[in-house]
């Protein structure tokens, strides 16, 4: 195995969980995350040269699957009818509910999953770029091409809603 | 709870969710997507001669003498590579031959893209890629291999292998300070048929710098 090559599978193994968990929390759907993740880590590796020299690799893999998930979702919306023009007018506020289930089956805690993909899809973004890639502020800003004043708020509407939506051991009511 | 317990606490919630797909289908994946992008080779084989000289004959419409000027005509044209501007607004950059570098870079960037262009096959080292936008550069560059004629009046055998490297260039899809990383070179390996030198090229978005593309 080569220098890259051991570089990239390096950087896979330490990166490929967040970034998954990420995209998951962006799309709302572990199959489908799993798939854009998996891209974009391949072509991470093919363009492994440059993107080993960026400053947050896993971010440029976070964004590289995002964009993917756009141009699919560009894709459907030309060969399938739109049932929810208003969901749909936001690609990211995509959302597949029996996927949900499946990512929460198990694997997350279902009420941490409902309460996350009750939030606006942009919130959803920046929580999951905070929480998974410690990625600060400017660079959240820069992956999702928006500016850092908006990333700030939509943090503090993310975890104000959080709060409400997620509750929390001495407000649950004993059974 | 405060909001870092809070933000805690989600993450923790995700630790049971892992990625299953092992890290060796990613790197033949990798592999393919590489082969699919890569530009194709051109090959040429050479009788037992490594490197063999090219006679290049400049030509130059409307009798404009080559170096960094700026394009007053709309086509500037070498043997060893043609720059057209296109109705459409792209840019045409026909490479025949591996020569003039400083030349190119000079029309390219006179023609609103900032570029640096290295035929040593290393890229320069002041250049920092650009990777904000991973899907950008396929909107900007188009490489493709095109056989063409040697320019007429050519003395002797067609010295071209009939290909040609050649990149439509969207100008207006390059958003300000980025720029053009074209970095190629040739390698040499000896097989049975002969000596074979194998072009090979990689195409960068840069941000645009002094250091690396002039501007």
Known sequence: MGSQQRDFAEFYRESCDDCLRTVVVSVGNRDTAQDLVDEAFARAFASWRTVSRHPAPAAWVVRTALNANISRWRRRRREVPVPDPGLLADPAAVVDPAAVEGAAAGLVEPRIMAALLRLPARQRQVVALRLFLDLDTGRTAEVLGIAPSTVKAHLARAVTALRDLIPTPHEEIPS | ?215
């Open chain 2, 1 to 215: 709870m405060n909001d870092d317990d809070l933000l805690a606490m989600v993450r923790q919630s995700f630790t049971g969710l892992r990625s299953t797909t092992p890290v060796e289908k990613i790197l033949r994946h990798g592999r393919t997507v590489k082969a699919r992008r890569r530009l194709p080779v051109l090959t040429t084989a050479l009788a037992g001669v490594a490197g063999a000289a090219l006679a290049i004959t400049i030509v130059l419409p409307g009798g404009r003498p080559p170096g960094p000027q700026p394009t007053t005509s709309p086509t500037a044209e070498l043997a060893a590579w043609t720059v057209t501007r296109q109705p459409d607004g792209t840019i045409k950059v026909t490479v025949r031959e591996l020569r003039d570098p400083a030349g190119l870079q000079s029309l390219l960037r006179a023609d609103g893209v900032p570029a640096s262009i290295t035929l040593s096959g290393q890229e320069n080292p002041s250049c920092r890629p650009y990777l904000a936008d991973p899907g950008l550069q396929d909107k900007v560059v188009t490489p493709t291999m095109e056989s063409v004629r040697p320019p007429s009046g050519t003395p002797g055998p067609d010295p071209y292998s009939g290909l040609v490297l050649v990149l439509v260039i969207h100008p207006s899809a390059l958003p300000n300070g980025v720029g053009l990383q074209f970095a190629t070179g040739f390698s040499q390996s000896v097989t049975a048929g002969g000596v074979h030198n194998t072009q090979s090229t990689h195409l960068d978005l840069v941000y645009a710098s002094p250091q690396c593309t002039g501007s």
